[in-house]
């Protein structure tokens, strides 16, 4: 089993819906990264959470350190949101490099 | 503000060469993290280096070896290289000793192609 795990795997969704995407890890961690990855392979911080929810725009983020999960939710979807998403947690207090990764969901908005 | 730059942006090798990959951390930032990203999968942490030293491992084998350098930026080598070696090599930098966490920045990666 993974250390972190991400559902669901692969999401399409039309424009303008609320989705949400999740992720559960079996470590303890001192912050969870949400990330953005486009077909070209960048990788783009999104978020970065050791509590409570965090919102940027139309992207929120939340965290339950308690039942060790995480979600993303992105409000009023766009096509140009169609990247992979991947939640990342850090396991080291103060060093932030070294990250976990999870598998990824790929999500494609169609207008 | 440059962010993470990493060069080449693509390159094929054949099985048994050798490969340097080069990574120029964000301004300010210390510590470069290397990862390898197989198609469809999510990265893997290879190695982080801090103050010119190897300071994380992750589970590759010696053939994977780094460096870093006295103005942070890094170098990844990988020797004798196996087709399985195909992947997106991606740099990430940050800085770190802040009580509050801080972000972490990655590179557009270096894709590599063995065949």
């Known amino acids: 089993k993974n250390e972190v795990e991400q559902s669901p795997q692969n999401l399409t969704a039309q424009e303008g819906e609320f989705i949400t995407i999740n992720c559960s890890y079996s470590?303890?961690?001192?912050?969870l990264h949400w990330l953005q990855q486009h077909p070209g392979g960048g990788i783009v911080s999104l978020f970065m959470?050791?509590?409570g929810k965090k919102k940027h725009g139309r992207l929120i983020a939340t965290i339950n350190i308690q039942e060790k999960h995480s979600s993303l939710h992105i409000t009023a979807s766009h096509p140009r949101d169609s990247a992979v998403y991947i939640c990342?947690?850090?396991?080291?207090?103060?060093?932030?490099?070294?990250?976990?990764f999870g598998q990824g969901t790929t999500l494609q908005v169609k207008p | 503000d440059a962010g993470v730059t990493q060069s080449p942006t693509h390159l094929i090798k054949t099985r048994g060469q050798q490969v340097t990959l080069r990574c120029s951390p964000k301004s300010g930032h210390d510590t470069v993290s290397w990862y390898q990203q197989a198609l469809g999968q999510g990265p893997q942490f290879i190695f982080q280096y801090y103050e010119e030293e190897e300071r994380q491992r992750g589970n590759f084998p010696d053939r994977f070896s780094g460096h870093q350098f006295p103005n942070y930026s890094s170098e990844l080598n990988v020797n004798a290289l196996l087709l399985g070696d195909s992947a997106l090599y991606l740099c990430?930098?940050?800085?770190?000793?802040?009580?509050?966490?801080?972000?972490?920045?990655f590179g557009e990666g270096s894709w590599l192609t063995v065949v």
């Open positions: 470590v303890g961690i001192s912050a």
């Open positions: 990342a947690v850090s396991t080291i207090r103060r060093n932030t490099g070294k990250l976990i």
């Open positions: 959470l050791s509590s």
């Open positions: 990430a930098s940050s800085f770190p000793g802040t009580t509050a966490g801080n972000t972490i920045y």
